[in-house]
């Protein structure tokens, strides 16, 4: 659960150092001038979360709180795509243990990210389609580079968006623009990501999306950390609450929805789609 930690107020110095990674699906910078660490998502070529990366995520994520980093910055090593969601092949056909693991690993990043007293901030450096956007949507702050897209998009997979999953999206957005953009399984360009809200800005690379994702969280260096962390929690707390007393349920809602056979005939199609599209491109 939620534990804010005193952070020291000094800003460190020297040269930038690598926090060793469970595996080579994450890694994990810190800047030892300012104290940020970047966690950069690195499993080609679209990070789909399999449960490989979830557990990696989730891993860095802890490492970078133990640390007391000043703040931690999520990306993406892949040039197009910061995260395209849970990795379909996970939920089509499945092994049913592991689709379990999925599903609560994903609910651990979300949970772990979500609640974690340090500034938070994604530099979304290509698109950030559903389990992408709820990474995003569960920090501070979003950059966003041009020409992407954004959002949740779970309807048009046959797949409910649970409360939780939803929580960091209605944090940002109206009620009434969150209801349209799931219900509609709305994609948002940057541009139109940036005039709802969205995003916060909008950033002309990857690099310039993490000097900008710095900044913000400098913003919080004359802040008292405890205070901050506090203040965090208390709006995130009820959702978080509300999450841990539905999470077992909502595994089993989860199973029991993806081995429906119209939703897995719906995950099918979508993965040919997936497939076609490539077979075009070429
Ligand atoms: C109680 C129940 C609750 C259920 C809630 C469920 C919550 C979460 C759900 C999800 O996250 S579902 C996943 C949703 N994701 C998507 O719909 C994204 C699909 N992908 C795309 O739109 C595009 O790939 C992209 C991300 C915009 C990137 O486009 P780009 O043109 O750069 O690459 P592609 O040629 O499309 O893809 C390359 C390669 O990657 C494969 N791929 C893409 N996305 C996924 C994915 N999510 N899972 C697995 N594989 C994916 C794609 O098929 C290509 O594969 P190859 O053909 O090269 O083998």
């Given at each position: 659960m939620f534990s804010p930690r005193v952070v020291s107020l000094v800003p460190r110095t020297g040269p930038r150092r690598f926090m060793s990674t469970a595996s080579k699906l994450t890694t994990v910078e810190v800047n030892?001038?300012?104290g940020i660490a970047t966690l950069t998502m690195c499993?080609?070529?679209?990070?789909?979360?399999n449960l490989e990366l979830l557990l990696d995520i989730k891993s860095s994520i802890k490492e970078i709180e133990n640390d007391s980093s000043r703040g931690l910055i999520i990306t993406s090593a892949s040039p197009k795509v910061f995260c395209a969601g849970l990795d379909i092949l996970e939920m089509h056909k499945p092994d049913q243990q592991r689709l379990r693991a999925v599903w609560t690993e994903l609910q651990n990043v979300w949970c772990a990210l979500y609640g974690i007293s340090m500034p938070t901030a994604a530099a979304i450096n290509g698109h950030a389609p559903a389990g992408g956007c709820l990474l995003a949507t569960a920090c501070e702050y979003r950059v966003m580079v041009p020409d992407c897209r954004i959002g949740l998009n779970e309807t048009q997979l046959g797949i409910i968006a649970p409360k939780w999953l939803v929580s960091g999206f209605l944090n940002i957005l109206p009620k009434r623009v969150a209801e349209r953009a799931l219900t509609q399984s709305r994609l948002f360009t940057t541009d139109e990501a940036l005039q709802e809200g969205l995003i916060d800005e909008i950033a002309n690379s990857k690099e310039e999306a993490v000097e900008k994702c710095a900044a913000f969280i400098g913003t919080?260096?004359?802040?008292n950390p405890v205070a901050r962390a506090l203040t965090k929690l208390q709006f995130r707390a009820e959702n978080l609450r509300q999450f841990h007393k539905e999470r077992e349920q909502d595994v089993e809602n989860f199973l029991s929805l993806v081995n429906r056979p119209e939703v897995q005939k719906g995950i099918g199609a979508y993965l040919e789609g997936l497939k076609k599209k490539k077979a075009n491109k070429q």
């Open positions: 030892d001038k300012t499993r080609p070529p679209v990070n789909g979360q919080f260096s004359k802040v």
